[in-house]
């Protein structure tokens, strides 16, 4: 009769057999990432610069003060055009500007008096979007920069496979991919950050659009109310 033993190795001795992978901290992996970290970390970094210093001239353009039109109302009724201008340069908003333009030109036919509103309008949208084609640029550009340093990290970890020959192992091929992965991973993130800040900006824009134009048509009826 044949009898089989049974070994028991202890936990301890397993654990120590396959040592499991030590933990890395952010910095380290966006070591391991090389040169292309660096465009990346710019972009990221003037990306919150631009979020941030819009979403302050964006919040300041959609102050809306209820008094502004009534007033405006009562001095052209009253003839007081000049108080009307001052009150516009004292306001200082997008849509003060705009009815200011459009005060400019009472006396001229209704049409002229639309454009020079319209072309101002431009101008002040114009103002309000600067940056956010960065922020689109980035959006783009940013997971592609990423998936270059990847591909250019799997170039090196399959040239060192074959460099190292006949000592090659699974362990060569795996410290250069997950390398090569960190890129795509963070231009991913800075992407995603960028396209996110981009729609919301957008989003901003277009409700100061909207006072403008309603703004203009308030300005425009008071125009056309019989004397």
Sequence with gaps: MIQTDTITYPAAEVVAANPAAGELSVWELALQGGWIMIPLAILSIISIYIFVERCVVIERARRDDDSFMKR?????HDGEIDSARHLCAA???P???LI???????GRPMQDVLVAIENTGNIEIAK??????????????APMLGFLGTVVGMVKAFYNLAAAGTAANIAVLADGIYAALVTTVAGLIVGIIAL???????????KVMNLLERKTMEF???LNEPA
């Design 220 to 222: 425009m009826d008071l």
């Design 100 to 106: 200011q333009k459009g005060i400019s030109r009472i």
């Design 95 to 97: 849509y003060a500007r």
């Design 72 to 76: 405006i109302k009562d001095y052209i």
């Design 128 to 141: 309000l979007e600067k940056g956010l084609a960065w922020l689109a640029t980035t959006a783009a550009g």
């Design 91 to 93: 306001t200082d908003t």
């Design 196 to 206: 996110f800040a981009y729609n919301y900006l957008t989003a901003r824009v277009n």
